[in-house]
């Protein structure tokens, strides 16, 4: 059975850096396309970010482009997201989430999409 444990998350001025990590105890973490959502007190669960099982393909929304990065260590078995110019309203519950597929190149945006969840890293920007 999957399970996906975050950490990283905590408390950091704005402008400032945090690297989540995601770690997958289920098989290689080349075998699942992962994604990164997050959601703010009354608000829905937001897509973050997300890459392709073999890593060639990543997207991300408009709101965190230049500033997020997603990627996989499979010699790890875990998945990172990199946040850098951490802005207030990046304050939210993170969440990793990884789905079993033969592709390699599409991503998944949905959160419907994902098989597995992590119990999510609390981020808090302050300004």
């Known amino acids: 059975q999957v399970q996906l444990v975050e950490s990283g998350g905590g408390l950091v001025q704005a402008g400032g850096s945090l690297r989540l990590s995601c770690a997958n105890s289920?098989?290689?973490?080349?075998?699942?396309?992962m994604g990164w959502f997050r959601q703010a007190p009354g608000k829905e669960r937001e897509f973050v970010a997300a890459i392709s099982r073999s890593g060639s393909s990543t997207y991300y929304p408009d709101s965190v482009k230049g500033r997020f990065t997603i990627s996989t260590d499979n010699a790890k078995n875990t998945g990172y997201l990199q946040m850098n110019n951490l802005k207030p309203e990046d304050t939210a519950v993170y969440y990793c989430?990884?789905?079993?597929?033969?592709?390699?190149?599409?991503?998944?945006?949905?959160?419907?999409?994902?098989?597995?969840w992590g119990q999510g890293t609390q981020v808090t920007v302050s300004s």
């Open positions: 289920g098989r290689t973490v080349s075998d699942y396309a």
């Open positions: 989430a990884a789905r079993e597929t033969f592709s390699g190149s599409i991503v998944y945006t949905r959160s419907d999409r994902y098989n597995y």
